[in-house]
């Protein structure tokens, strides 16, 4: 089981480098929304603009979820994603951070365009140190182009991923699908869903 396991959650490092990409260039859809229906493995998602969109996961599936964690689960040495707002010294103010299991280790790394709100930044990367602040803690986080410090409020969101089984996947749980692909006949597929477990919203 345990190998199967591995084996699992290796292929996450293949399908999640789509966020290391804007949607847009890749002709795909990042999906926020509420489960509405179920129908085998087509969902009917509410997306956050209200639009429904109609989801199907095709193979080779993974089911991720998103749970609770807090900034002492962080440690140096540990692959990370940030969502944050540019702060006037470069630094990163962190709306959400996540926490990659070491398998997922490199997935989207770098600091890109984000879209969760106007003028976000992801940046996915190794944590080398942690520093207290005035405001929160301060990550320094670095990438292979470079390296960024990131702040870490007490309004910041800290969650991280774990393997999920798609008997989750029920009306009212909300989901995040970072690169659906559009078909001919109008639908959306994609081989990853990332959930909130006990009522979380994927923060990303």
């Known amino acids: 089981m345990f190998s199967t396991l591995q084996r699992t959650i290796a ?3 293949f ?3 789509c966020l290391a990409l804007p949607a847009s260039a890749q002709e ?3 999906i926020r929304g509420t489960i509405e229906s179920v129908d085998g493995s087509v969902y009917l998602v509410k997306n956050r603009d209200g639009a429904e969109v109609k989801l199907t996961v095709i193979d080779p599936h993974l089911y991720v979820a998103i749970v609770k964690s807090t900034m002492a689960d962080i440690k140096p040495g540990q692959f990370v994603g940030a969502t944050g707002l540019t702060q006037p010294d470069g630094s990163q103010k962190a709306i959400e951070v996540h926490i990659f299991p ?3 280790r490199g997935t989207g790394e ?3 365009d984000w879209d969760l709100k106007p ?3 992801m940046t996915n990367a190794n944590v080398e140190q942690t520093v207290g602040g005035v405001e929160g803690p301060v990550l320094t986080v670095k990438y292979k182009d470079g390296e960024k410090k990131v702040l870490v409020t007490p309004e910041t969101q800290v969650v991280s991923y774990v393997i999920g089984d798609k008997s989750d996947l029920k009306p009212g749980i909300k989901i995040f699908v970072g690169g659906a692909k559009k078909g001919a006949d109008g639908t959306w597929t994609t ?4 959930y909130g477990k006990d009522g979380l919203t994927p923060p990303m």
């Open 11 to 13: 292929t996450a490092i």
């Open 15 to 17: 399908v999640t480098t």
């Open 28 to 30: 795909t859809l990042r």
């Open 102 to 104: 070491e398998s997922m």
């Open 110 to 112: 770098g600091h890109y």
């Open 119 to 121: 003028n976000t930044k």
């Open 191 to 194: 081989p990853r869903v990332t």
